[in-house]
């Protein structure tokens, strides 16, 4: 029961291409969002999409491989822990942020075609 203490199951659309960072260590970290959509029925009988974003963050190999296949719109499905951390802005105003960990990438959808 230990590994289901903090994990998160997803299959989304990037909402923007990868964001590459390669750290002086010569660390490789990714970040892009991830859209999920869910849908369901108002009272009034009417079709509601609800979109979820979500800030997803990669290294090692697994950002090798978000930055070499990934592209916006590209639809995936990922397993990762959640993060949720603090900074304080330039104006020293403090900002939370919640991000995904991901340690498990499925690309999902067709093979562009080849050329």
């Known amino acids: 029961m230990n590994a289901l203490k903090n994990k998160v199951q997803l299959i989304g659309h990037l909402g923007r291409s990868p964001e590459v960072k390669t750290f002086e260590s010569g660390k490789k970290q990714v970040k892009f969002t991830l859209a999920t959509n869910d849908s369901y029925r108002n009272a009034n009988g009417e079709k509601v999409v609800d979109t979820q974003w979500h ?10 491989i978000a930055e070499k296949y990934l592209d916006k719109g590209k639809e995936i499905a990922i397993e990762g822990r959640l993060l949720n951390r603090s900074y304080t802005d ?4 403090k900002k939370y942020i919640s991000e995904i960990q991901v340690n498990e990438l499925l ?9």
């Open 90 to 93: 330039k104006d020293g105003n």
């Open 107 to 115: 690309m999902l959808g067709s093979k562009p075609a080849a050329n």
């Open 55 to 64: 800030n997803l963050v990669l290294w090692g190999k697994l950002a090798d």
